[in-house]
Structures are given as structure tokens and as C-alpha cells.
């Protein structure tokens, strides 16, 4: 874990994911932050660098 909290994600990203619902706020490369269903879904999207265990509101 980085720091704050920030997990980053591997360099082989998922291609399949549960559905499993547990929301994540990701940092994408340009630097802007959005809310994903699950840190699996985050690290699927290749502009997703990193993860944090909460909603980016929270």
C-alpha cells in the first residue's frame, strides 16, 4: 500500500471481473480520480494507475 492509502495496480490487469460490489475511488494517469464497482474493475481500465478502499466522496 502507498502512501494515503493508495494501492496500485499490477502490471497484468484483470480481464474478467466479479460482480461483486465494493466501490473504489481510482487515480487515473491524467491524474483525475473516479468511482469504480470494485478495485478489479478499476485495474481493468488501463488508464487506472492506482486504487483506494473507499468512494472518492468518502
Known sequence: ???GGWQPCDAERPKVCT??????CAQ???G???DYASSCN???DV???AWHPKTCEE
Open 19 to 24: 460482480m461483486i460490489y465494493e466501490p473504489v
Open 47 to 49: 488508464s487506472v494507475t
Open 28 to 30: 487515473r494517469v491524467d
Open 1 to 3: 500500500m502507498t502512501a
Open 42 to 44: 478499476a485495474c481493468a
Open 32 to 34: 483525475e480520480v473516479a
